[in-house]
């Protein structure tokens, strides 16, 4: 299945370079502190690619107020028994549930308009989906129209053979 790969190390290498980007367009980054154990086995090239392209997106779809503080998106890493969980929450536009159950297909946009005007290729989600299946584990998303979304990959925790 791959190597250990310490996903403090994935998050770390992704959010410093993230943040500077998030800040840019008026969104706060914000990073819990990982725990030493969420390690998974794996790719770490791979898992960097997943974690880019969720924070991405949560900044992508958080818009930011004049006058309002700015919207946060909030990056944690909880180790829950056999499972490392990554979880990626926006305080962004959400998404319908009608669209939910299609967002990780390749391609699929919410907002077509929107995804021609930030440049996205519609592949960023369907990336996530495939890391996560590659790592033994899956995604999911929680979301509501105008409080915004959280994307959680579990994936199983690395285990000495």
């Known amino acids: 299945p791959g190597n250990p790969v310490d996903l403090a190390a994935v ?11 998030a800040q840019e367009r008026g969104v706060r ?13 794996g790719d770490a ?24 503080e ?18 990626v929450r926006d305080q962004g536009i959400g998404i319908s549930e009608a669209h939910l159950g299609r967002i990780f297909e ?11 005007a930030t440049g996205g290729t519609g592949l960023g989600l369907s990336i996530v989906r495939h890391v996560a299946l590659n790592h033994g584990g899956d995604v999911d998303v ?4 105008g409080e ?6 579990r994936l199983p925790r690395w285990r000495e053979p």
Request: proline fraction near 5%; avoid cysteine.
């Open 29 to 41: 980054l914000a990073v819990a502190e990982v725990p030493a154990e969420a390690v998974v086995a």
């Open 148 to 153: 915004g979304s959280a994307f959680r990959v």
């Open 45 to 68: 090239r791979q898992l960097r690619t997943m974690l880019g392209n969720l924070i991405d997106n949560a900044v992508k779809y958080s818009d930011p107020d004049a006058g309002r």
């Open 11 to 21: 998050v770390a290498d992704v959010a410093g370079p993230a943040a500077a980007a």
């Open 106 to 116: 390749r391609f699929y946009r919410v907002d077509r308009a929107r995804s021609r």
């Open 142 to 145: 929680e979301s509501r129209l």
């Open 70 to 87: 700015a919207p946060r998106v909030d990056v944690a890493v909880r180790v829950e028994g056999d499972e490392v969980v990554l979880e």
